[in-house]
């Protein structure tokens, strides 16, 4: 868990790999529904087609089929010893169906991390960031600057701010993480299994810190 910035996704990327566990993002699954064409793709394709939210039944119902899937392969395989999920859930609804979920298949979440940030530090990674309309590669002012100011160095292209990292925007996004994700961050500290690491330190120490704290637990 962690607002738009903390570098949620760049973590869940590492930590995957490394400990066996298979991403589970909604928006992955939504693409890979659609492009399936199945039957919960083709609901899913028809709600984004027309702009709307898909539905927590629906995303649930999709989380539920990936899951079931996973705890297959882990039966036949070594390299499958879990799912991480990124992205899900993001309001208590929906971490109240998987709990239901989970424990329909016997298992249970084993441990919530949250990447914690400060506001500001989010802010100033959101807005300086700038994407190349060409080819999408993404950059950042500060931390990491093309060669040349406002030009891709991959293909030469143009940098602009996207939509999504001007300030209204941002102001938006980590307003619906504050009203509706965080209130999670409780739901999961009373169960016990939050473990909050410190987001605003390099990405190797992030990583480092989220691996040593779930090692502890799984020995505990
Ligand atoms: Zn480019």
Redesign the pocket.
């Known amino acids: 868990m962690g607002a738009q910035g903390s570098g949620k996704g760049t973590q869940a990327e590492r930590i995957g790999p490394q400990l066996k566990l298979v991403k589970v993002a909604t928006g992955d699954l939504f693409r890979s529904a659609i492009a399936q064409q199945s039957e919960l793709g083709l609901q899913v394709q028809s709600i984004i087609e027309s702009g709307n939210l898909v539905p927590d039944e629906l995303t649930n119902a999709i989380v539920q089929v990936r899951l079931a899937q996973i705890a297959a392969n882990r039966e036949k395989s070594d390299e499958v010893q879990g799912a991480l999920f990124d992205g899900f859930p993001r309001t208590e609804a929906q971490a109240r169906a998987l709990d239901d979920i989970l424990a329909a298949q016997g298992t249970k979440l084993d441990a919530v991390i949250e990447i914690d940030v400060p506001r500001e530090k989010l802010i100033t990674r959101l807005s300086g960031r700038r994407t ?1 309309e ?4 993404v950059y950042h002012v500060e931390s990491d600057p093309p060669q040349v100011d406002g030009i ?1 160095d ?4 143009k940098l602009i701010q996207r939509e999504d990292d001007k300030p209204d925007s941002i102001a938006r996004r980590l307003a619906l993480y504050d009203n509706q994700t965080r209130p999670l961050l409780d739901y999961y500290r009373e169960k016990g299994i939050l473990v909050t690491v410190d987001g605003d330190q390099n990405i190797d120490t992030v990583t480092a810190e989220i691996l040593a704290a779930l090692n502890e637990r799984a020995s505990a």
Request: hydrophobic share 10%; proline share 0%.
């Open positions: 190349c060409n080819c999408g590669a891709c991959k293909c030469g292209g």
